[in-house]
């Protein structure tokens, strides 16, 4: 079964309007996800979204490390991020195989924005977090890179090289199908990625009539 995976994680500017809306998007562009999962530790109630409740208390970006919980999803999973706006046709997101989006601002490293997998293909990444994540939460914890904020990206980046596995990206796989929000243009698509400050509510234009679109 292909499983869309989101992460709601409390104190921030998100909330299940959000949820709705990203999952909207994909119901009306990437049918082929069969399942739309939202963890969170926040009360959402989105018609046709699966909660399932957040089980530490990872603060912020953090709390996307249990994606890769085992006994999630089976088949095809994406990790995709709440700001993700769909405008077109993006079913090659739910195709098999694993890849992840390339970074925006450091090309050969992975961005979790979008992060695909399958079954419990990445559960070590959820159990070795665990084990102890005050030391990977750490900046540091994972040498030298070149990121100028430790997040989970960093560390998911981190634990893969390791293990010797590396993500095809998404953007080699199936050119054109990411673009990153200009606000100097009006069309975007089909899978508009948000980075910097930018965001879908203060989003004009197309994208934003794309995003709240009911």
């Not at 992460?7 to 921030?12: A, E, F, M, S």
């Not at 090659?92 to 450091?106: C, S, V």
């Not at 070590?124 to 990121?147: E, I, K």
Request: net charge neutral; charged share 20%; proline share 8%.
């Amino acid at each position: 079964m292909t499983t869309l995976i989101t992460v709601l994680k409390g104190g921030g500017r998100y909330d299940a309007t959000w949820v709705a809306r990203l999952a909207g998007g994909v119901r009306r562009h990437a049918p082929a996800f069969e399942r739309i999962v939202c963890l969170t530790d926040q009360p959402v109630a989105v018609a046709g979204v699966e909660t399932i409740p957040l089980r530490h208390a990872w603060s912020a970006w953090w709390a996307k490390m249990e994606a890769f919980r085992p006994g999630l999803s089976t088949g095809p999973t994406l990790l995709c991020d709440l700001d993700t706006v769909l405008t077109g046709p993006a079913d090659a997101l739910a195709e098999p195989g694993l890849a992840a989006m390339e970074d925006f601002f450091h090309a050969g490293r992975l961005s979790s924005a979008l992060l695909r997998w399958s079954g419990d293909e990445l559960a070590s990444l959820y159990t070795t977090f665990a084990a102890d994540p005050d030391r990977w939460m750490s900046p540091g914890s994972c040498g030298p890179v070149p990121n100028a904020v430790h997040g989970d990206q960093v560390v998911i980046d981190h634990l893969l090289r390791r293990s010797g596995r590396q993500p095809d990206f998404i953007q080699r796989l199936h050119p054109g199908l990411l673009d990153f929000y200009d606000p100097r243009r009006d069309s975007h698509g089909p899978v508009v990625i948000f980075i910097g400050p930018a965001k879908p509510d203060t989003a004009t234009g197309a994208v934003h009539a794309a995003w709240t679109r009911s």
